[in-house]
């Protein structure tokens, strides 16, 4: 059974940092490229980031882009997500997902989910 698990959510400050962590599980991601989704409250999921789990090709969304870094260890087979110079409008539930193939924004196209962990930045 396929499992992602997301871990490292909480409550910062503006300008802190946190980084989260999806462990995976119940298959070889080798072929799979891993991506960091975002919701907050009444809004649309939104892409942040994404990895191919072999040759490292990174991905970014503009509104993270030299804040956030994206990684993978692969014997731990983990994925993670530093997140530097938090502001409050980073506040959401961040899921990690997977897919075959190459990386990619769009969700539609990842076959895998975790179950989300929430992260909160106060002002």
């Known amino acids: 059974q396929v499992q992602l698990v997301e871990s490292g959510g909480g409550l910062v400050q503006a300008g802190g940092s946190l980084r989260l962590s999806c462990a995976t599980s119940g298959r070889s991601f080798s072929s799979y490229a891993m991506g960091w989704f975002r919701q907050a409250p009444g809004k649309e999921r939104e892409f942040v980031a994404a990895?191919?789990?072999?040759?490292?090709?990174?991905y970014y969304a503009d509104s993270v882009k030299g804040r956030f870094i994206i990684s993978r260890d692969i014997a731990g087979n983990t994925v993670y997500l530093q997140m530097n110079s938090l502001k409050p409008e980073d506040t959401a539930v961040y899921y990690c997902?997977?897919?075959?193939?190459?990386?990619?924004?769009?969700?539609?196209?990842?076959?895998?989910w975790g179950q989300g962990t929430q992260v909160t930045v106060s002002s």
């Open positions: 997902a997977a897919r075959r193939g190459s990386v990619s924004m769009w969700g539609y196209e990842y076959d895998y």
């Open positions: 990895i191919r789990w072999i040759g490292g090709s990174i």
